[in-house]
């Protein structure tokens, strides 16, 4: 039907065209609505004449498939003229896997090679005393499942429940705190997990997803092992976090959340190995607000528990600027963690950022840092007070 009328209008504008005397491919291009448009290609095929499919290899590293560069070259000193460096070159692989409708599940795998020479204690660089000279480090390796609970729903029950119901199996970063909407990969400054348990990434599986428009939850089993997947008689941690939906920071600017810990993981103090009892229960929250030249975001984690019978309490307050022009940045932290039967450490840190390119997502970074901690307290007192660190990142 639609070809007999194609054919009727093309007759028509020959016919009207000899009767006017005009050029007849003008007249068409005058009245044809559709004159111009590129026509549609047709999809390739194959010489039986089926139409031809990609590779499953194709479709795997083409299809919703990223692949990120990192380059990050980190020098430091302390108050003795100590120095040290860290040069690495790493990736991030991410996959998503998707149907005609929806997406079913993700992949996220992040490593670097790392050269080390020399070490003073800097907050993204704790793991570093151990590891001297190269190393091939990971540090996310985790797939997503989501909305795995739908073939045992019907369709009513599925519009229900999207989001509600997601699996996370692999390393990721300890649900505990503000860790888990904070991407801290690069950054010199960290938040305060690494320092609570000895380690900020954990092996785990459980559940996440969103309660209600309100509420986020995530819930999970971890290993308690820290960087390498092992057990060593630990029984493992249990861990439940409640925080705020996406809307409270697009809206608002405002994250937060609640969160319990319990169970048993495995030292990483070489003066105390072994396995630890573990209780935690920690409060956070982040603010951002826009001011006229910029914006300016408040920090703040609080946790407190036991480590086997000893109290334990962690505080972390960070303040940070940045500039309109999203081309410098500013911050400060104090954090303090204090253990009733050794002491605490605690310090205070200052940060100047120059950015070249500063993404909104963080999809597109490249930075030079400088940044000072001053140790107001050390419960071992060899290492030194003041380290001053200069670091240059690059991550697209």
Do not use: C
């Not at 003795?80 to 040069?87: C, I, K, V």
């Not at 290993?223 to 092992?230: C, F, I, P, T, V």
């Not at 861990?239 to 169970?263: K, P």
């Amino acid at each position: 039907m639609k070809k007999t009328a194609t054919v009727l209008f093309a007759v028509a504008i020959l016919a009207s065209a000899r009767m006017t005397g005009q050029d007849p491919a003008k007249v068409e291009a005058e009245q044809d609505p559709f004159a111009g448009l590129p026509v549609k290609s047709q999809p390739q095929t194959q010489q039986d004449g089926f139409p031809s499919t990609k590779s499953w290899m194709r479709t795997l590293f083409t299809d919703n498939f990223g692949f990120r560069k990192e380059i990050m070259s980190q020098f430091t000193t302390n108050e003795d003229g100590q120095g040290a460096s860290r040069q690495s070159i790493g990736f991030e692989v991410l996959k998503k896997f998707s149907t005609g409708t929806s997406t079913v599940a993700s992949f996220n795998l992040q490593g670097r090679l790392v050269r080390r020479d020399g070490f003073n204690p800097v907050q993204n660089d704790m793991e570093g005393e151990n590891r001297a000279g190269w190393a091939f480090e990971y540090h996310n390796l985790y797939l997503d499942l989501y909305n795995v609970l739908n073939p045992f729903l019907n369709e009513q029950q599925k519009g229900d429940n999207i989001g509600r119901f997601n699996l996370r199996a692999g390393r990721f970063y300890v649900p505990f705190g503000l860790n888990l909407q904070t991407d801290t990969h690069g950054t010199v400054l960290q938040l305060s997990n690494e320092r609570n348990f000895g380690f900020e990434r954990d092996w785990y599986t459980g559940l996440w997803g969103s309660l209600n428009k309100h509420l986020n939850y995530d819930a999970y089993y971890l290993a308690g092992s820290g960087y390498d997947l092992k057990v060593k008689g630990q029984r493992g941690l249990a861990a439940v976090r409640i925080s705020l939906a996406n809307q409270y920071s697009n809206e608002h600017g405002l994250e937060g959340g609640f969160s319990l810990l319990g169970g048993e993981r495995l030292s990483m103090d070489r003066m105390k190995p072994g396995k630890i009892e573990t209780q935690r229960v920690g409060l956070d929250g982040r603010y951002r607000r826009a001011v006229p030249t910029g914006l300016i975001t408040f920090t703040n984690e609080l946790s407190g528990g036991k480590d086997a019978q000893t109290p334990v309490f962690m505080q972390l307050h960070q303040a940070d600027y940045l500039h309109a022009s999203r081309r410098w940045g500013v911050a400060t932290q104090y954090r303090r963690f204090r253990e009733s039967d050794s002491g605490a450490d605690a310090s205070l840190i200052g940060e100047f950022t120059w950015y070249f390119r500063n993404d909104v997502g963080n999809s597109n970074l490249h930075w030079i840092k400088a940044n000072i901690e001053r140790r107001l307290e050390r419960m071992r007192p060899e290492l030194p007070s003041t380290v001053f660190t200069l670091q240059y990142y690059f991550y697209r």
